[in-house]
């Protein structure tokens, strides 16, 4: 089969003809339906200090696929051949011993398969997966968006809810309505609490607005935030920043903005390293919050507010050779939400 893989000490991803996995006693063989191609796999192709990672291994992190063949140790009456699944890249091995799955940190988890991510992953035409891994797509949900669902709509979610839970009463500050950020901005609609949204790309507002967003929530492009958040009568009442850019500037902005008493939720990247002013943090008692990744009751919570249409996940289709100059074109902002590459 076809599959882009990373090898150790080379930047650029590799497609190769590689065999078909075989079907693992306690999983799944994949057809795979669709791959999301991520931010995340550009710093996967950069980084060669994981020594845990495997020398060569196929990327691609988020995946759905359909059900080819079913391991004889698999007795799960909920899952068919032919079966749609969305496949979570890492979805923990679930032993009791285990030091992360055991404290309910299943994306932590040291022992379980990290698909795309040091292990094989989701851009190739089949993948073996374990039944952990795997959750039913709802006929309503597309296979491209339930694959970008795992991550670029699972991530978003488990942050906002789980990690930094926001309420309906918040007020909330986002940064960013990029591939992850566009869908948060979905979840705290859903959740009703008041999002404000800001974002260089002024589509990207057009978009907000479009989905509902209110004209006086939406900062204009290239307008200094904190200075809107004053004018705006903001000031003290923004409860929750949720930074899904994570440049200095934006971690800068989000503790001047935030209320005393408040959270910062990070989740983007850009900046590898960011400043906390230790003053501020300390006068306002903020809490700082990180969160990584997702968990599969999150996916499953994820995949039927998709097929109730409460969250609208944008994708475009590209097919799975456009890889390379999908990512960069992803890297250049070039793209507007999420692709999801299909096998020819
Ligand atoms: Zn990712
Ligand atoms: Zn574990």
């Known amino acids: 089969m076809n599959a882009w893989r990373k090898h150790k000490g080379n930047p650029k991803p590799i497609l190769e003809r590689v065999p078909v996995p075989e079907t693992p006693p306690t999983g799944f063989l994949v057809k795979l339906l669709a791959s999301g191609v991520c931010h995340s796999d550009q710093a996967l192709l950069d980084v060669e200090d994981r020594p845990q990672f495997d020398e060569k291994y196929i990327l691609g992190h988020e995946g759905c696929g359909e059900i080819l063949q079913i391991g004889d140790q698999v007795n799960d ?25 055991s404290r309910d940190l299943d ?41 970008v669902a795992t ?8 942050g906002i809810t789980r990690r930094a ?12 309505l990029g ?3 566009f869908n948060a901005m979905q979840v705290v609609q859903h959740i009703g609490a ?15 607005a479009k989905h509902g967003i209110p004209r006086e929530d939406i900062v204009p492009a290239g307008t200094s935030i904190p200075e809107f958040v004053i004018n705006s009568g903001l000031q003290g009442k923004i409860d929750t920043v949720l930074d899904f850019v994570g440049t200095s500037q934006t971690f800068h902005d989000g503790q001047q903005i935030v209320r005393p008493g408040g959270k910062i939720l990070c989740i983007g990247t850009l900046d590898r390293k960011n400043e906390v002013d230790m003053k501020i943090g300390i006068r306002k008692r903020l809490s700082f919050i990180f969160s990584y990744g997702g968990q599969k009751r999150d996916l499953v919570e ?4 998709i097929a109730k249409g409460v969250i609208r996940p944008q994708v475009e289709t590209k097919g799975l ?24």
């Open 194 to 208: 008041r999002v404000l949204v800001s974002d260089l790309r002024a589509e990207k507002l057009e978009a907000a």
């Open 151 to 158: 991550d670029a709509v699972n991530t978003a979610y488990h």
């Open 77 to 101: 009456p909920s899952f068919k051949l032919g079966d749609r699944i969305a496949l979570l890249a890492v979805p923990g091995c679930g032993e009791a011993t285990c030091s992360e799955c």
């Open 165 to 176: 839970e926001v309420k309906k009463s918040e007020t909330v500050f986002l940064f960013g």
């Open 107 to 147: 994306q932590l988890c040291p022992n379980g398969k990290h698909h795309g991510i040091g292990q094989d992953g989701f851009y190739a035409e089949y993948v073996a997966i374990d039944v952990r891994g795997a959750i039913p797509v709802p006929d309503a949900v597309p296979s491209t968006v339930a694959a």
């Open 321 to 344: 050779l456009d890889f390379p100059q999908v990512l960069k074109d992803l890297c250049d902002g070039k793209i507007k939400d999420r692709v999801a590459l299909v096998a020819e």
């Open 179 to 181: 591939g992850l950020g």
């Open 302 to 305: 994820v995949l039927d507010l």
